[in-house]
């Protein structure tokens, strides 16, 4: 058999990275306080790069020597370990309390599921052991709503923790976590029949004035400054604006940059990559700022009654909702999230806090509305439910849910199965 030599030609696609490509991305992701430490970096580094002095904030935080110099200050996990010191609590409590306490994000609240949390420590304990050390220790150290899963939940224990009369907390329960109310106007009207009306426009008052994000107060790993502002106009209508204060503009030198391109000297070739890296940094930070600015304006649209108090509800929303409303992919979306800020009227907020996934595809359902609905049909239930029936009850309201959803977010509550109750 005879063998030959074939020389053949092929086309295709490949997708590579280019360097400039990889930093656009790195860029990105920076935060804010990230990228003014970077913009003075190059300035320091690249001659064709001027900062703009006439715009420059008075406050000089953007200069390094602050940013490198700033005291050091108690993380949120130093204080609620030092906390756990002071109470009498087991070994075991002690590990699940420190887990936890290092699975909380900067601003205090708990985005892992239990269930995660039991995998990370390998099922040495069990969700309903880790729910426990959650709720009764972790929820009772300070900064109030600290632990908390979600706002409605935080801001449930931060009125806890004032204090409040039992009346009252019965009102904010009923407003917080009652899935039949879909505003506050919508709660207020309903709850009229049963309580006074200054009772509830006090527990509203209270509710509105709660901390959505209890540790930031203590974020001392890097200086929280939000990228956007939120400014409430006199129509209740919501303007978002990027904040210029302390962030350096920018520009490229344009008397050095003709100096060198005049041909009676003889610029090298690192003098010439140094006003094209000048121009990209530009640029890029430009575009960097522009795609936070739209991201965080979309959020603040559709978060809109969340964030004006009228309503204690996030609306169902992910990073693939937002790619596929401002044109750009889901992965610069995640990127964008990362570390940013938004000053609302309601204090800062991280962006990615203001999104909430939805278990359904045909309607807009948080895990949390879910799991409220599911309680109270359970709470409701004169025969004892199985996972299906919930499942088809909830169905026939167009939720569009499997049982093994059901199953997974009772789960999550602590309800034993239709046997068990």
């Not at 992910?318 to 992965?331: G, R, T, V």
Request: proline share 3%; charged share 30%; net charge neutral.
């Amino acid at each position: 058999m005879a063998i030959k030599l074939v020389r053949e030609f092929k086309q295709n696609q490949q997708l590579s990275i280019t360097p400039q490509l990889k930093k656009s991305i790195d860029l990105l992701q920076l935060s804010r306080l990230e990228i003014i430490k970077k913009i003075n970096y190059e300035i320091e580094e690249n001659p064709f790069l001027k900062k703009d002095f006439d715009h420059e904030s008075s406050s000089g935080f953007d200069s390094m020597e602050f940013l490198e110099n700033s005291p050091y200050e108690l993380t949120l996990q130093d204080h609620l370990e030092s906390q756990l010191l002071d109470i009498e609590i087991s070994d075991v409590e002690k590990k699940i309390a420190l887990v936890i306490i290092h699975s909380l994000e900067e601003n205090g609240l708990l985005q892992m599921d239990l269930d995660e949390i039991e995998a990370l420590m390998e099922y040495a304990y069990s969700s309903k052991e880790i729910k426990n050390v959650l709720s009764n220790i972790i929820h009772d150290l300070e900064p109030a709503g600290v632990g908390a899963r979600n706002f409605k939940e935080t801001i449930y224990l931060q009125l806890k923790k004032q204090k409040i009369p039992v009346k009252e907390l019965e009102i904010a329960n009923k407003i917080l976590f009652n899935p039949q109310f879909s505003c506050f106007e919508d709660a207020k009207t309903h709850l009229a029949m049963h309580y006074s009306e200054h009772a509830i426009e006090s527990v509203l008052k209270k509710i509105k004035q709660c901390d959505l994000s209890p540790g930031l107060e203590f974020e001392s790993t890097h200086i929280i400054q939000p990228d956007l502002e939120v400014i409430q106009n006199n129509n209740e209508n919501l303007e978002v604006q990027f904040k210029q204060d302390n962030f350096p503009l920018i520009s490229l030198d344009e008397e050095l940059e003709k100096l060198v391109k005049n041909k009676k000297n003889q610029a090298n070739k690192e003098l010439k990559e140094k006003i094209g890296e000048a121009k990209w940094l530009i640029r890029s930070i430009n575009k960097r700022n522009k795609t936070v600015y739209n991201v965080g304006k979309l959020i603040c649209k559709i978060q809109a009654d969340f964030l004006t108090n009228k309503s204690p509800e996030l609306k169902p929303l992910s990073n693939i909702d937002l790619a596929k409303e401002l044109k750009i992919s889901a992965s610069t979306v995640s990127r964008i999230l990362r570390s940013k800020y938004i000053q609302t009227p309601k204090g800062a907020v991280s962006m990615k806090s203001l999104l909430a996934s939805s278990v359904s595809k045909t309607r807009k359902v948080t895990p949390m509305q879910l799991m409220e609905e599911i309680q109270n049909i359970v709470e409701a239930e004169r025969e004892k439910l199985s996972d299906q029936r919930i499942a088809d009850l909830l169905n026939l309201r167009g939720f569009n849910l499997a049982r093994r959803t059901i199953s997974k977010y009772r789960k999550k509550i602590n309800l034993p199965n239709s046997r068990n109750r």
